[in-house]
C-alpha cells in the first residue's frame, strides 16, 4: 500500500510564502508524474502545478511566475514552493502520484489527505 503525506500548510499574510512538502511511502517500484492539486470551497480541485519523473514541469496559469515545483527521487518527495501568495490562493492543497508498487502492477493514482492553505491579513 502506498501513502502520500503533505505537510507545510498553514496561516499566510498576503505576499507571504509556504513550501509544501509531500513524501511517498509503502510499497514503491516507480513514481512516475507527480503533482500538487487544490480545491477551495464551492470549487473544483484543480491543478496546480505537475513534475514528471525527468523533470518537466507544468502550472496552472494563476500560479505561473510565483509557484515552483520540485521532487527528489531518492527519497519520493516532492515540493511546492508558494511565493507572493495571494487571497485567492486560499484552499486544500492535496499531493498526487501515479505510483506502480511492483514491476507487474499498473500504476495507480494516489492522493494525499490534503494540507489547508490559508492567505489572509
Known amino acids: 500500500q502506498v501513502q502520500l503525506v503533505e505537510s507545510g500548510g498553514g496561516l499566510v499574510q498576503p505576499g507571504g510564502s509556504l513550501r509544501l512538502s509531500c513524501a511517498a511511502s509503502?510499497?514503491?517500484?516507480?513514481?512516475?508524474?507527480m503533482g500538487w492539486y487544490r480545491q477551495a470551497p464551492v470549487n473544483q480541485r484543480e491543478l496546480v502545478a505537475r513534475?514528471?519523473?525527468?523533470?518537466?514541469?507544468n502550472y496552472a496559469d494563476s500560479v505561473k511566475g510565483r509557484f515552483t515545483i520540485s521532487r527528489d527521487n531518492a527519497k519520493n518527495t516532492v515540493f511546492l514552493q508558494m511565493n507572493s501568495l495571494k487571497p485567492e490562493d486560499t484552499a486544500l492543497y492535496y499531493c498526487?502520484?501515479?505510483?506502480?508498487?511492483?514491476?507487474?502492477?499498473?500504476?495507480?493514482?494516489?492522493w494525499g489527505q490534503g494540507t489547508l492553505v490559508t492567505v489572509s491579513s
Open positions: 498526487n502520484a501515479g505510483v506502480r508498487p511492483r514491476p507487474s502492477d499498473w500504476k495507480l493514482e494516489v
Open positions: 509503502g510499497s514503491i517500484f516507480e513514481i512516475n508524474a
Open positions: 513534475i514528471t519523473s525527468g523533470g518537466n514541469t
